[in-house]
């Protein structure tokens, strides 16, 4: 559905993204991650036909920006890092209005105002000034914005920030299904919770792409994993013995439970278990601890500040 | 053009609600189509017992056989230029605040990702400031005929306007008098985050009209056919320059890249 290729935008002198490459599938939910100044907005903005490329390709849905930008823009959603409104006209109004600009017929345009407002809850203050809601209202109305002329691509900057815990859950359930409408989702949040949660893929950039993986294949693609061993009784008289073992590149002990880093636990963990055992262990379980998104992008990050 | 009349609609309603626009060009249209002239024709023969104004006819029109109707079609004169800070003041007030609220609101984004194309929003925007200009510099000036003429009916006895400087000055210097400030002001809003200072590009245009009312009474040149002619040339000679300035200025990624934002 989106094809990016060799994509680079500089601002006179400023680089503001360089060389990226990515393919965006039909229905995927596609993160983009990275640090303020990372190039997220500027991608968004060559995506969505904004601004043009310094070099590179882009494709959306088959069409090139520069030659069918009507076109995309006639296909895509757009909720911006800080959505506006009309302040002094109704809720309704401002809906209608940016809905007037798509080819749809008055009658689906309204039908769609109505449903989106009643999805999120603003269908009784329909008729108040936009510059009467508050902020979490005024993102859940931009994000109505976004939807009304139903997009099949729907770009969405930071689509939860300024929600209640409520209205975020809500949100992010309306994401995930929108899967199933064979709507493509590209999502640049900071939020890595709410990106591990909903999408099928995650990009993480810092003006040049430095992973593109599903969360399984980040969390899979590292030769070390942090394992959680259960005693029965106390674990710190192991402490000594899973230090001297040299797979284990660290160890943590709290209670009952010993924390460890270890290389290659296919291999290693067998000869863990077993030295354990002979020294009189009882090891009441044995579980591995997922690294988080959150500890999977701060990882990646520092690498890339290091090199 | 649909979408082009869509923002229209939208941004008359808006302007109709905000009284800072639509309050200081009521006052000017009262002073200068109704006060003043009502003021003058009535109180013409205390007028003509000064003998400073006396002098000034005698002075600039040498010895007349009727010089109520001299001084009177000099008044016109006088009134007619007065009342092109209508024209001038209306889209100077409008477009700044049309365009820089958008600024202000974050609202041009998510309206350059429609398929709304760039110049029909300048034509939106142009519309909204230009519309209202024409129209009440339009009704200020019958409202000025109206009143002189009526005026001077019930105290002279005769209907002096409309005149052949009238009839240009209303239908053609003043639309492109609008015309000129709605693009300066398109202009000037993208490069300003203050609609106060960009507003001042109407005070730019309201000083050479003081002034050629200054060189009238002065007595320097007296405001003719041919001058007006000339000056309507040279106004439109600048209009495509300045519209092809504001084209460019409207251009998608010239807006979110260049524009001074909030």
Sequence with gaps: MIKVANLTKRFKTVTAVEDISFNIGESEIFAFLGP????????????????????????????????????????????????????????????????????????????????????????????????????????KLALSRALVHEPRILFLDEPTAGLDPESAHMVRQFIDSLKHENTTVFLSTHNLEEASGLSDRVCIIKKKIIRIASLAELQGSSKSKRMEIVFSDGASKFLTLLEKIKQVSSVEIRDNRAFLVVDEPHQSNPFIIRSLVEKGADILYVNEIKASLEEIYLGLIKDEETR | MKNSLTIFKKEIKEVIRNKNIWLPVLIVTIIFSIAMPAAMILGSNAILKDPDTVNFINRMFGDVDNPMRVLMDFMIKQLIIFLLMI?????????????????????????????????ELLLGKAMTAFIPAFALSTISFLMLTLVVDVASYIKLGFAPLPTPEWLIVAFVLSPILSFILTMASVIVSSRSTDIRSAQGIGAVVIFPIYLIIGLQLAGFFMLNITYLLVGCLVLLAVCPLLLRLAVRIFDRENILTNWKMK
């Design chain 2, 87 to 119: 024209p001038a003041m209306v889209p100077s007030l409008i477009a700044p605040a049309s365009i820089l609220m958008e600024k202000e609101n974050n609202t041009l984004e998510p309206l350059l990702a429609t398929p709304l194309k760039t110049p």
């Design chain 1, 36 to 139: 303020n100044g990372a190039g997220k907005t500027t991608t968004i903005r060559m995506l969505s036909t904004l601004i043009s490329p310094t070099s590179g390709q882009v494709t959306i849905d088959g069409k090139n920006p520069a030659d069918d930008g009507d076109y995309i823009r006639s296909i895509i959603g757009l909720l911006t890092e800080t959505p506006g409104m009309y302040e002094k006209i109704s809720a309704y109004d401002n809906l209608d209005y940016y809905a007037s600009f798509y080819d749809i017929p008055a009658q689906r345009r309204r039908h769609n105002i109505e449903k989106y407002l009643k999805m999120f809850d603003l269908w009784k203050r329909k008729d108040d000034p936009a510059g009467t809601y508050s902020k979490g209202m005024k993102q």
